[in-house]
């Protein structure tokens, strides 16, 4: 079982992350809703390890996959989202983090995020599941850099 590791670095009205993978080689960047002390959907997701599989997306209905074995929380999908507003304590990916506009408010979102979401779905074909490890972004923890885009 391949293991992903995703960085997170919390702002009041998001959580922005680097995912990256080396079972299949895959990077990219997360967003998520801000951490409201772990409350089903509102909140990140508490750091730690878990599983995830393959699932449906029932808001959306196409393939992805869910994280497993989150303290009091169910349904927490990775999937197509752009902004923190688009997950509701699940994770959307993009190529990105970049400064955006919704409504005239900026706010931090990840771009390109049906393209990115599309990719990471053709490199895990075969593979129902793997492991996620969530942690805090520290330069002393990262194999890389989580970087803003402008």
């Known amino acids: 079982m391949s293991t992903i590791t995703l ?18 080689k895959f990077e990219c960047y997360t967003v998520e809703r801000p951490w ?8 990140c997701i508490p750091e730690g390890r878990y599983r995830i599989f393959r699932s449906q997306y029932h808001r959306g ?10 303290e009091n929380r169910a349904l927490i999908k990775i999937h197509i989202a752009n902004w923190p507003k688009d997950v509701h304590g699940c994770i959307g990916m993009g190529v990105e983090i970049r400064p955006l506009s919704i409504s005239g408010d900026p ?22 599941e793997a492991e996620l490890d969530i942690r805090t972004y520290s330069p002393s923890n990262s194999s890389g850099t989580l970087v803003l885009n402008q």
């Open 7 to 24: 960085e997170r670095s919390y702002l009041p009205f998001g959580t922005y992350g680097r995912w990256y993978q080396d079972d299949p």
């Open 61 to 70: 209905g196409y393939p992805c996959f869910e994280v497993a074995d989150v």
């Open 36 to 43: 409201l002390e772990n409350q089903s959907n509102i909140s």
């Open 107 to 128: 706010v931090l979102a990840v771009s390109s995020s049906s393209a990115t979401f599309s990719k990471w779905m053709m490199a895990m074909e075969g593979q129902d």
